[in-house]
C-alpha cells in the first residue's frame, strides 16, 4: 500500500525554531556553525581513532562508533532545519517527513545504548582491570554494539509503524524543526491514544534502562576510585569518565523532560528547545569533550600530525 493511502495529507509544512524573522540570520549562523564543528569534530575523530593503532582498544572502538552515530543522525534532521531560516515554507513529503522520523528515532536510540555500553566499559576498565581484556574482547564489543543497533532499529520500527496507522486529515504545520513523534502526533485527525501509549513505554524502556544502568556502573565506579590510596590515581580514574559524565547528563536530561510526558499537551516551545541540547548540542560536544579532556587521543593527534609534517618535508626534499 502507498504511504499516500494512510492520509490525505502528501507534504507537511515546518514551522522551524522560531517566526520572529530577526532571528532567523543569526539562528541560521549559529546551527550552521554548530553543524559544521559536529562534521569536522566526528569525521575528525574517525579518522584519528581508524589510522592510529594504539587507540585501537574497546573504548575508542565504542568512541568511533558513537562519532559515526553523530555524524549521521546530526544529517537526517540539520539540512532542512537550517532551510526553515531561508525559507518561507521549508516543506517536507509525507513519505520523506517518515523516513526522517524512522532514521532519527534509530541513531537517536542507538546513541542511548552506545552511551550505556561505554559507561560498563569504564566501569570493567576501573573495577576489573585484571579481567578487562577478557571481559570487552572483540566478539563482546561487536555484540553489545549489534545489540545497540538492533535496539534502535526496533524503536524505529515501532514508533514509525505506529504513526503510519495514523490518518493526517487537513493540518499540515508541525511546529518543529523536524518530524519528531509529538509534533506530528498533534496533527492527526484520528485517536492517537496508542501512539501515545508507545511512547510512554518504549521511550520509558529507552531512557530509564540505560540511565539505570549507566547509575548503577558510576556508583561501582566511584566507590572503586574511593577506595584508590593515592591522589593521582583517583585523578586519572575520575579524568577518563569525566566526560561521558557531561554528554549523558546533557543526552538524558534533555530527552527525558522532551519525551516522559502524560499527553502531548506539554511539547511544544519548550519541547523545541530541548530537543536542541540533544539533537544539535551533544553531536557537537562528543568529539571536543572526547578529544580535549583525553590525553590518549591529544597524544595521537600530535603523532598524526608530527608524520604528516615530515612527511611533507621528505616530500619536499625528494
Known sequence: MALENASSVTEFILAGLTDQSELQLPLFLLFIGTYVITIVGNVGLIILIWVNSQLHTPMYYFLFNLSFIDLCYSSVFTPKM???????????SYSGCMAQLFFFCFFVVSENYVLTIMAYDRYVAICNPLLYNVTMSNQVCSLLLVGAFIMGFATAMAHTGCMLRLSFCDANIINHYMCDILPVLQLSCTSTYVNELVVFIVVGIDIIVPSVTIFTSYTLILSSILKISSTEGRSKAFSTCSSHIIVITVYFGSASFMYLKPSLSASGDQGKVSSIFYTNMVP???????SLRNKDVKIALR???????????????S
Do not use: A, D, H, Q
Open 82 to 92: 537550517l532551510m526553515n531560516f531561508v525559507l518561507t515554507e521549508n516543506i517536507i
Open 284 to 290: 557537537m560536544l562528543n568529539p571536543i569533550l572526547y
Open 303 to 317: 603523532k598524526t600530525m608530527k608524520g604528516r609534517i615530515f612527511s611533507r618535508i621528505g616530500t619536499g626534499f
